[in-house]
Structures are given as C-alpha cells and as structure tokens.
C-alpha cells in the first residue's frame, strides 16, 4: 500500500466550478500537509501548508485535514482556466526527513 | 531571485555513459534533495541531504550518487546510466527540516533525462 493515494485523473470542469481534489494517507505520524501546484515543464510550487488538523484558506483555495480518517482535501472555487494543472499532495512527519507526495491529480478547467 | 538552478534541462545519452546533473541553490538552504518523477508514480525522493557532508538514501537511490561539498551544490551522479533512468528529475531545497515551515521545498524547474 502506498503511504499516499491520490487519484490521478484527469479532472475536467467549466469555468467557475468548484473543483475538490483529496489524498488519502496510512502513516498516522504524519503532521504536515501541503498542496503544491505543477504547471507543463516547471518545477511544482507551494500552494497551500498546514500543520496539523483544521481548515485554512488562501483566496479562492482552501485546505482541509481530516487526520481522523487520515484524508485531505483542496478545495478550488471558481476555478479558472489558469488553474489547469497538476496537482500534488505532500505530507511528512513531524521528525521526518523528507515530503512524501501524492502521484499528483491532473485538473483541465475549461473555458 | 530565490532560485533552484538545475543543468542541463534536457539531456540524451546512451547506457553506460557517466553524466551528471547539476544543482545550485542561492538561499542558503541546508537541505537539499532530488525527486524523480515518473508517470503514475509521482515524486519519488533519490538522496537527500542535511548539510554539507551530510548525505543520505531516499527511496529510489540505486544507480545513483551525490555528493554536498558546499552548501549551494548538489549534483547528480549516474554513473552507469541504464533505460530504467529515463525520467524527469527536480533539485529541491529548503531552510531545513525537523520544524513547522522549514520543511517547504522550493523546486528547481527539472531535467528531463533520456537514457537509449
């Protein structure tokens, strides 16, 4: 079983849909939670970081820990065709070494 | 510019042939790592690195090495490529680890390596 599992798509929405992307993950130790943003040909960007369980919003993104049912979502609202890309769910402990990711979910926002 | 610069962007070679690809990062970070990224497998760490001197094996270390002799470089040795090598890889750094908001890795834009 994989320490990560997230679906790898491809998502397709309109214009100003409401897109949610989750994770799910087996490692309990796990406490920090990031979303990073991949477009073609660049490196992935840090998008969203939180420590911990809770919500935490950034405009029109927000993060959600589930540490319960060790599940984590990113919620995109009115997604924009600039929002195409993929994205990446990464997770590390809190004495860790290293990010584990996500195989990244693949998001076409159409216009 | 805050950056992670990684050399070359594309590269072809043949099996056998020892490359290596470079990284260089400007914000005095003390970790450093590589990725590769394959299709359906995502982001799987090679070697990782703490400081100067101080390396280590990530998942996916075989057929590979590093070195960290000074703080900014990290390169990527492959000494005996093989086709299983083909993939995209990205140079990472960050302040450090072990603590909230130093664990943030900043990614170079990646090199995208062919082996034949």
Same mark, same amino acid.
């Given at each position: 079983?994989?320490? %990560?599992? &997230? ?16 994770? =799910?993950? #087996?490692?309990?130790?796990? &406490? +920090?939670?990031?979303? $990073? ?13 939180? $420590?911990?369980?809770? !919500? ?14 060790? $599940? ?27 990010? %584990? ?7 076409? /926002?159409?216009? | 510019?805050?950056? /992670?610069? &990684? !050399?070359?962007?594309?590269?072809? =070679? ?6 290596? %690809? ?5 914000? !005095? ?9 394959? @299709? ?7 070697? $990782?690195?703490?400081? /100067?001197? /101080? ?5 996916? @270390?075989?057929? +590979?090495? %590093? #070195? ?14 093989? @086709?299983?090598?083909? #993939? ?9 680890? *072990?603590?909230?908001?130093? !664990? ?5 834009? *990646? ?6």
């Amino acid at each position: 079983q994989k320490e %990560v599992e &997230q679906d790898p798509g491809p998502l397709s929405v309109p214009e100003g849909a409401i897109v949610s992307l989750n994770c =799910t993950y #087996s490692n309990s130790a796990f &406490q +920090y939670f990031m979303w $990073y943003r991949q477009y073609s040909r660049k490196g992935p960007e840090l998008l969203m970081y939180t $420590y911990s369980s809770g !919500n935490k919003e950034d405009g029109r993104f927000t993060a959600q820990v589930d540490k319960s049912s060790k $599940y984590i979502s990113l919620f995109i609202r009115d997604s924009q065709p600039s929002d195409s890309a993929t994205y990446l769910c990464a997770i590390d402990e809190e004495y860790g070494n290293k990010l %584990v990711f996500g195989a990244g979910t693949i998001l076409r /926002v159409k216009s | 510019e805050a950056q /992670v610069t &990684q !050399n070359p962007r594309y590269l072809i =070679t043949v099996t056998g042939k020892k490359l290596t %690809v470079t990284c260089s990062q400007n914000m !005095n970070h003390e970790y450093m790592s590589w990725y590769r990224q394959d @299709p359906g497998l995502g982001l799987r760490q090679i070697y $990782y690195s703490m400081n /100067v001197e /101080v390396t280590d094996k990530g998942d996916v @270390p075989e057929g +590979y090495k %590093v #070195s960290r002799k000074e703080k900014r470089n990290f390169p990527l040795i492959l000494e005996s490529p093989s @086709p299983n090598q083909t #993939s995209l890889y990205f140079c990472a750094s960050s302040l450090g680890w *072990g603590r909230s908001g130093a !664990n943030v890795l900043t990614f170079g834009a *990646g090199s995208r390596l062919t082996v034949l």
